[in-house]
């Protein structure tokens, strides 16, 4: 499932990576990417495919800076490797399957607050709801298409929509990505001066 996750988030990010996606003998998957980049795609790509034999993965995204180098995200270092770091073993102690970090202290108290949930609600979804929600978060489609893809009513796929909540799990992904902009903005504009 990793080598099938890795290939997809390279695909995925293959004009936005700064370093490949890959994985430790630890099964810990790491990539490095632009900061223009939305690293939340990577994230509902892995929970939303993730089947019910997949064991549960904790998620962390951390901007900052990176030493200078080549190759793969797991052979690279910096300070925003040690801080990945910090907030994986903060977030097995949390029990949290996701915590994002920018940098800048006030985002990231609101970050620590909603991008926990934004797992949860993902982690409560049936394997139907996570394959509509799949294809209305990261592929972008909307419910008549999921509908046809899927080969059945479009009643079917409201259903999911409304027991998965997937519109409100869709809202608190804009929140967590517009938090995510802010504190990059923020970030970079204290590391300018």
Same mark, same amino acid.
């Given at each position: 499932?990793?080598?099938?996750?890795?290939?997809?988030?390279?695909?995925?990010?293959?004009?936005?990576?700064?370093?490949?996606?890959?994985?430790?003998?630890?099964?810990?998957?790491?990539?490095?990417?632009?900061?223009?980049?939305?690293?939340?795609?990577?994230?509902? &790509?892995?929970?939303?495919?993730?089947?019910?034999?997949?064991?549960?993965?904790?998620?962390?995204?951390?901007?900052?800076?990176?030493?200078?180098?080549?190759?793969?995200?797991?052979?690279?270092?910096?300070?925003?490797?040690?801080?990945?770091?910090?907030?994986?073993?903060?977030?097995?102690?949390?029990?949290?399957?996701?915590?994002? #970090?920018?940098?800048?202290?006030?985002?990231?108290?609101?970050?620590?607050?909603?991008?926990?949930?934004?797992?949860?609600?993902?982690?409560?979804?049936?394997? #139907?709801?996570?394959?509509?929600?799949?294809?209305?978060?990261?592929?972008?489609?909307?419910? &008549?298409?999921?509908?046809?893809?899927?080969?059945?009513? #479009?009643?079917?796929? &409201?259903?999911?929509?409304? #027991?998965?909540?997937?519109? &409100?799990?869709?809202?608190?992904?804009?929140?967590?990505?517009?938090?995510?902009?802010?504190?990059?903005?923020?970030?970079?504009?204290?590391?300018?001066?």
């Amino acid at each position: 499932w990793l080598e099938q996750l890795t290939e997809r988030l390279g695909h995925l990010y293959r004009d936005s990576m700064l370093a490949g996606f890959d994985f430790t003998q630890g099964d810990e998957l790491q990539g490095l990417l632009r900061l223009d980049a939305d690293p939340f795609q990577a994230v509902l &790509s892995g929970m939303l495919t993730a089947g019910d034999d997949v064991p549960e993965m904790r998620w962390v995204v951390v901007a900052g800076a990176i030493d200078p180098g080549s190759g793969p995200a797991t052979r690279r270092n910096g300070p925003a490797f040690l801080a990945a770091r910090e907030v994986m073993a903060e977030a097995k102690h949390r029990r949290d399957r996701l915590i994002v #970090r920018t940098g800048e202290p006030d985002t990231d108290v609101l970050l620590d607050d909603t991008a926990p949930v934004l797992a949860s609600l993902i982690e409560r979804l049936t394997q #139907r709801q996570r394959k509509v929600a799949q294809m209305a978060l990261v592929e972008g489609l909307r419910q &008549s298409l999921i509908a046809e893809r899927l080969g059945v009513r #479009r009643a079917t796929i &409201s259903v999911s929509f409304a #027991r998965g909540d997937v519109r &409100s799990l869709s809202r608190l992904l804009d929140a967590v990505r517009r938090l995510w902009a802010i504190g990059l903005t923020r970030t970079v504009a204290r590391a300018a001066k």
